[in-house]
């Protein structure tokens, strides 16, 4: 982990939300930092993006009112900053929230409307890989890791702040500037797409 550049004195001790900035850092940075790299066109300015949001998050922690969680609230900024590094790079988004052309994972592998098991599996998913061990576990990690990768950006997102942070879908929503009805179904195509990546892989 790069560390975040912490003036010394008093703000090395600083707190947001009466949280420890350290502690901050340690649960979060990481997950910032992979964050701001679905928005930028490399990890170094990720890192960079990161940084200038730890920086802004002390200057402006006591405008912290506790409306939101922390996490919220710096993944925000997080989302500003990383926001500002792409604009400067004259880079401009290629992808579509919810691109109508896009193929659903989950076609023909649930029953559809109408069907007596309407929203249930037609067609489970593979249950090959159990980690009986370490080595199995650190491979499952791996494809877990490799299968995030794969999505598109503004999928990766929002896996990232429900399903790794545990924001919830009204934080996530506002974060990502969605409506609730955009934030479920895009939720539902990247865990479908996270599931079709994760099979790809187990049956190589």
Sequence with gaps: ?????????????????????????RDYHRQMVNFACT??????AAEEAVQEAWLQAMQSSVSFEGRSSVATWLFGIVKNTAS????????????????????????????PAGHSDAGHWSLPPSRRFLPEDQTVAREVVDYVRAALDALPARQRQLIILRDLIGTSAEEAAVILE?????????????????????EKRYQR
Aim: charged share 25%.
């Design 84 to 111: 500002r590094h792409r604009r400067r790079e004259s880079r401009i988004r290629e992808y579509e929230v919810l691109a109508t052309d896009e193929v659903d994972p989950l076609t023909r592998r649930m029953h």
């Design 178 to 198: 969605l409506s609730a009805e955009a934030q479920r179904a895009l939720l539902y195509r990247a865990r479908g797409n996270l599931r079709h990546e994760l």
């Design 39 to 44: 928005m930028v066109t490399s990890p170094a």
């Design 1 to 25: 982990m790069t560390p975040v550049a912490v003036p010394p004195g008093p703000a090395a001790e600083h707190m947001v939300g009466g949280i420890p900035l350290a502690i901050l850092v």
